[in-house]
């Protein structure tokens, strides 16, 4: 069964600080991973895209490594800032008869405190 | 450049009543729509797509319907709404090509509270 597990389901950090989230997935045949930024009350915003042979990407402070041997992919936060509390969102895609199907994650709620 | 427009932003409707939620893209011809719904600490949850005027394949059977009456729009509609079809809507664009790093962008989203 195509699933999109992500972790730490919510984190609190403090301002400055690194993180890092998780996106585990079992989706086959693998199309490409693209994490999402939604802040409260707003659409999802695209941060990064990657397909199949790409192992990083960044984005500004954002960093996003792909393993497609382990089927994970990391989500990397340098230098924290207010700003960046939001819901961080992993979509995997693949290729069905239809057309390209999205799986996505349920989200890390991720809180930067001062 | 491509937006994409979605209204109303905030609903408050009572049990029963209708709904409609109006989608339109510009800049894009031939998109692939999409409506999501994402209930409170939730995933989002794809409700209807078109991949053309007309088309639409529904993901879950639900009070719900949509309609895609010209190209770069797309409605979602309630004949009678239920507690339950609260929720924040999100519509999207996808485009029509087959290629590996296609974006999904999303509209502002519609909080739809029904009382």
């Known amino acids: 069964k195509n699933q999109v597990e992500q972790s730490p389901q919510s984190l609190i950090i403090l301002e400055g600080k690194n993180c890092t989230l998780q996106?585990?997935?079992?989706?086959?045949?693998?199309?490409?991973l693209r994490w999402y930024k939604q802040d409260t009350g707003r659409g999802p915003v695209s941060l990064t895209i990657?397909?199949?042979?790409?192992n990083t990407k960044s984005n500004g402070r954002y960093t996003a490594t792909l393993d497609a041997d382990t089927k994970q992919s990391s989500l990397h936060i340098t230098a924290s800032q207010l700003s960046d509390s939001a819901s961080y969102i992993c979509?995997?895609?693949?290729?069905?008869?239809?057309?390209?199907?999205?799986?996505f994650g349920k989200g890390t709620t991720l809180s930067v405190s001062s | 450049s491509q937006t994409i427009h979605q209204w109303p932003a905030t609903l408050v409707q009572p049990v029963g009543s209708p709904l409609s939620l109006e989608c339109t893209v510009e800049?894009?011809?031939?998109?692939?729509l999409y409506w999501y719904r994402q209930a409170a600490g939730r995933g989002l949850q794809l409700l209807f797509y078109?991949?053309?005027?007309?088309?639409i394949s529904s993901e879950v059977p639900q009070n719900l319907s949509a309609s895609r009456p010209q190209d770069r729009q797309f409605i979602l509609s309630s004949k009678k709404l239920l507690l339950s079809d609260s929720g924040f809507y999100l519509c999207?664009?996808?485009?029509?090509?087959?290629?590996?790093?296609?974006?999904?962008?999303f509209g502002a989203g519609s909080r739809l509270t029904v009382l």
């Open positions: 999207a664009w996808m485009e029509a090509r087959a290629s590996g790093a296609n974006v999904l962008t």
């Open positions: 996106c585990n997935y079992t989706v086959s045949p693998f199309s490409n």
């Open positions: 990657m397909t199949f042979s790409e």
């Open positions: 979509v995997v895609s693949y290729t069905a008869k239809a057309g390209t199907a999205l799986i």
């Open positions: 800049g894009t011809s031939n998109p692939n």
């Open positions: 078109s991949v053309g005027i007309g088309q």
